[in-house]
């Protein structure tokens, strides 16, 4: 089940902040953010397990919420560089099958 | 390490061709994943292995799709015979539970 992600697409500012949503009808076991730019692979941001161990890029930061099977990345103070397509991956159950939502487009502008 | 290796990175295919697409996962990494990504579906798991055994291939779309991992270091996922609507970009990804999935570069398929 690909778990939905929200908004599709969001504009801001350099400087500004965003929050991306993530949201799946299971229970999870982790959630994975990647990054990823116009013809290159999606690039990992940050995975939170279950139980709350985190880890990834200092900068990035999110919250998983276990009991209602939601996540939201935080990016603050963006730069020019944030921009892209990101992607939430969601696992659950007793294997490591990760599956994606369709991605929220970023644009940062100057 | 290298990172996740797909090869070829560009494939440019007639309809009704075979295809085949490799991967190398990084050493010591159980789970290798295949995604297709297109701008309508987004990323697509295809298939997946755990320890070289295929897990769920519910993703597979047809009959015309197989993926085999006869080593730990070392996939492929065939295309035969190809159409014009196999036509994305082909992902590999692998990794270990409670970490990260690591991404290669991809392969760019389109079947004329």
């Known amino acids: 089940q690909q778990p939905v992600q929200s ?16 949201s799946s009808s ?3 076991y982790s959630v994975h953010w990647y990054r990823q730019k116009h013809g290159e692979a999606p690039v990992f941001l940050m995975i939170l397990l279950k139980g709350g161990e985190q880890k990834g890029h200092e900068k990035i930061s999110a919250s998983f919420n276990e009991k209602k099977q939601q996540s939201s990345l935080y990016l603050t103070a963006s730069q020019l560089s944030y ?3 990101y992607f939430c991956g969601t696992e659950g159950g007793s294997n490591y099958k990760l599956t994606f939502g369709k991605g929220t487009l970023l644009t940062v502008n100057p | 390490d290298a990172g996740v290796i797909q090869s070829p990175r560009h494939e440019v ?7 085949t697409l490799r991967c190398k996962p990084i050493s010591g990494h ?31 779309p047809e009959d015309r799709f197989s993926a085999k991992m006869p080593n730990a270091s070392f996939s492929t996922l065939k295309i035969q015979p190809s159409e ?27 079947v004329v």
């Open chain 1, 83 to 85: 921009s892209g397509t």
């Open chain 2, 13 to 19: 295919t007639e309809m009704g061709q075979e295809v």
């Open chain 1, 7 to 22: 908004p599709q697409a969001v504009i801001l500012r350099e400087g500004e902040d965003a929050v991306i949503n993530c």
């Open chain 2, 84 to 110: 014009p609507r196999d036509s994305a970009v082909y992902f590999c990804a692998s990794g270990t539970r409670r970490t990260e999935a690591f991404f290669g570069q991809g392969t760019r398929l389109t």
């Open chain 1, 26 to 28: 299971k229970a999870l």
């Open chain 2, 30 to 60: 159980d789970y290798l994943f295949w995604y297709r990504q297109t701008m309508m579906r987004g990323l697509e798991l295809l298939i997946y292995f755990n320890n070289n055994v295929p897990i769920d291939d519910s993703g597979m």
